[in-house]
Nanobody, 123 residues
Framework: VQLQASGGGLVQAGGSLRLSCAASGLTFSSYAMGWFRQAPGKEREFVAAISWSGDYTYYADSVKGRFTVSRDNAKNTVYLQMNSLKPEDTAVYYC?????????????????WGQGTQVTVSS
């Protein structure tokens, strides 16, 4: 199983980025997908998640209204659209796959992880 995250970069506060996570080696449509992030010196935290079919989405309070998670099962890809970025959004962002239909919010419940992509938001 491989989860390849991409789309990170350096952006000014208020800007936008779109992260992608391409999956291979698993039946993508049978996995809920999550996004997590880890800032320097901090624990990894939940950001957003989406169910198998995209019917259910979940967001951390800190990103609600600014980030949108979506998926394209035909392309085996999950996305994270990040708008109105803030310096506190700076972190390495990881995608992960959860074998349940409705994703869980705890990172230890996820089965597979990508390598992460760096997002840096300057003030």
């Amino acid at each position: 199983v491989q989860l390849q995250a991409s789309g990170g970069g350096l952006v000014q506060a208020g800007g936008s980025l779109r992260l992608s996570c391409a999956a291979s080696g698993l039946t993508f449509s049978s996995y809920a997908m999550g996004w997590f992030r880890q800032a320097p010196g901090k624990e990894r935290e939940f950001v957003a998640a989406i169910s198998w079919s995209g019917d259910y989405t979940y967001y951390a309070d800190s990103v609600k209204g600014r980030f949108t998670v979506s998926r394209d099962n035909a392309k085996n890809t999950v996305y994270l659209q990040m708008n109105s970025l803030k310096p506190e959004d700076t972190a390495v962002y990881y995608c992960a796959a959860d074998s349940l239909y409705v994703p869980r919010l705890a990172d230890q419940e996820y089965d597979y992880w990508g390598q992460g992509t760096q997002v840096t938001v300057s003030s």
